[in-house]
């Protein structure tokens, strides 16, 4: 029997795409509690976020969002991340820049633990797209754009997404349409 290359790309992409899952969920994380959650959206909920992103590029001129919907639109699916709050208790932590987690969990402030077990998380996901051969790409305006859609529980307050694909070159580096920083929000003063 002969089968289409195409078909096995796809599925490996789905397989890297829920071990992205569990590795994020296994990764360490601050007293051993959970505080994310992850989704993985293809088809229409893709179309949709690749439109949203669109939407802000155009509101916000900001060239990025319009360069990484492109992006997103040429890859498979999306594996998204969302940092919950998750207050550990902590006496005199003042991560977030409160004196403790019941004057954070008070003002709204978010928990600095929170935001790092995201962090390592997607970074513990990525490698192991990464070790698979699967281009991928952490990108903040994918998360922004989730969370304008409601991808996530309300609980969530920080999102991203990470794009998969499998071309002859990456579509997520060495994008001749990526602005200078200086255009794109970065080294903004």
Known sequence: MKYDGDKFNLKAIETVASL?????????????????ETYVIDGAEK???VAEMRRFG???????????????????CVVLFGAVDSYRGLPHCGYCGMDDCFGANKSGA???????????????????AAAHHIDNRIMFS???????????????FLAY?????????????????TPP???NGCNAK
């Open 161 to 177: 997404g990470v794009p998969l694909s499998i071309s002859e070159k990456s579509p997520f580096f060495d994008r001749p349409d």
């Open 20 to 36: 992205m899952v569990a590795a994020a969920k296994t990764a360490p994380k601050g007293c051993g509690r959970e505080s994310m």
């Open 58 to 76: 155009e509101e916000t001129k900001q060239a990025f969002y319009l360069r990484d919907a492109g992006n997103i639109e040429k890859s498979a």
């Open 110 to 128: 978010h928990c600095a633990f929170s935001v790092g077990d995201l962090g390592i998380a997607m970074g513990s996901a990525v490698s192991v």
């Open 142 to 156: 994918a998360g922004k754009a989730a969370l304008a859609l409601k991808y996530f529980s309300e609980k969530v």
């Open 47 to 49: 179309d949709a976020l």
């Open 181 to 183: 920083a200086s255009q």
